[in-house]
Each structure stands twice: as C-alpha cells, then as structure tokens.
C-alpha cells in the first residue's frame, strides 16, 4: 500500500441519540444537530458521521423507523447545506439503504455488514465507502470480561475475513476501510495493546479509521470525565495518526485539525 500517512483526515461525530456516552441529548433535536454541523465543517472536518443508535457499553438498541427518523432528516438537511462528506454510522440494512439515497459517501458499521442484505447493497454502489469495526460481543455486553489470546492477531484476523466476504460479494476492495474497534469488547489493556501495535493492520493493506475520542480508555488512565478528556483524546489521536491511520473519528474537531497538520508536517519531513 503507498504511504497516505500524511493525508490525515478528521471525521466529526454527530450522535443524533439520546443516550449517547458523551453528548447524549445535546444534539438529537434537528436545530441543534446542524448547529453542531456548522461548526465542525467550520472548524475543518472533512466528514460528519451521523448515528441514530447509541453504541455504549450496555446501550440498548432502537428499531428500523426510530433510527431512520433520527438520521435521516439530519442525512438530507446536511446534504442540502453543506459541502462535507457524510457518513451513517449504523448496522440496519434498511437505514443503510435510505441513507444511500441522500448522497451519503460511507457506511460506518460496527457489524461489519453482518446485517443480512447489507454486502450486496454496497457492493451495488462502487461510489460508498465502508467502514468495517470489530467489535466483540455486542454493545449490551461487549465490556462484560472481554477475553483475547492476542487481541492484535484475532482483531486481525476477523477484519481479514470480513474484507474477503465482502470482496467476494462484490465491493470494491479500495472502497473498505478499518477500524479495530477500540472500546467494542476491549478492557483498557486491550485498547492500549492495539494502540500500541496499530501497525499491524497495515499488512491488510487497507487504510485505518479510529475513534478513540473520549471514551474510557482515555477516561481510566487519566481520572478525567468524559467532559474533561480533550488532552487524553488529542493524545491517542497524534498516535494512531503517528502510526498511519487515515481517518481520525472525533468529537473535538478544531483542536484534532490543529493535532493532525503537526503529524502531517512531521511525518512529511517539511512544513508545506
């Protein structure tokens, strides 16, 4: 794979749920959410991720119509308003489906397309990217003793084996991207452990998206709240960013940017 480690862009999290870990309520109302969008787009996110159903350890979820009236108003009025790439953060086929007749440039699915139909809905649109996250276990009991031989090798290997079931219902290989799925059925050592040996997933010669903004691994080495976990966020974003990732999926999206054109000009060699 060549070197795109210098092309490091920033995502914003747009959580239209109510129950999100970090900032559940605050932005599940239309207004709000494109108030939130304005400003991330200001600030310089390349890509709004937008999800209708919180994944939280423990969350529960929501049926097929909720997510769609959460998403799909925000997906079409985000379409209309500005010029940013959209991402749905869901693992519902169906709300996968409508989403991709509102111009969205990615699915972002902590199943991995396991969803039944989802394989070949995206493999009938060359012109979506997706996202395929491991996740151990699911949101209602993943952080339940999670338990790995080697979390690198077995996180691994389960994205290897999604990216060929999805080749060989007939996405494109360059439209997958990665994410190990950092809090998905991982104890605080384990998320450090992949942080760690990130590398490791460039042998799938596929590039990484990571999200690690403000959630417990963060929170559980420095004491902080989620509301006071910016530093510790802005950390393990330089590193995976350090490390290769291509896409960094975040809360905080100004001070990201900032983070990201410090790696880019480092791992450049040259202030461009």
Partial sequence: MSDTRTNIEVMGILNATPDSFSDGGKFNQLDRALYQAEQMVADGAAWLDIGGESTRPGSQGVGVQEELERVIPIVEKLRQNFDVSLSVDTCKTAVMAEALKYGVRMINDINALRDEGAELLLASRPDVKVCLMHMQGEPRSMQHEPRYDDVVVEVKQFLDARVRACVNAGIQK??????????????????????????????????????????????????????????????AATIAAMKGAQIIRVHDVKETVDAMKVVAATLAGEFA
């Fill in 174 to 235: 360059n439209n997958i991207y990665l994410d190990p799925g950092f809090g998905f059925g991982k104890s605080v050592r384990h998320n450090y452990q992949l942080l760690q040996r990130l590398q490791a997933f460039h042998e799938l010669q596929l590039p990484l998206l990571i999200g690690m903004s403000r959630k417990s691994m963060v929170g559980q080495v420095t004491n902080r709240e989620v509301s006071e976990r910016l530093a510790g966020s802005i950390a």
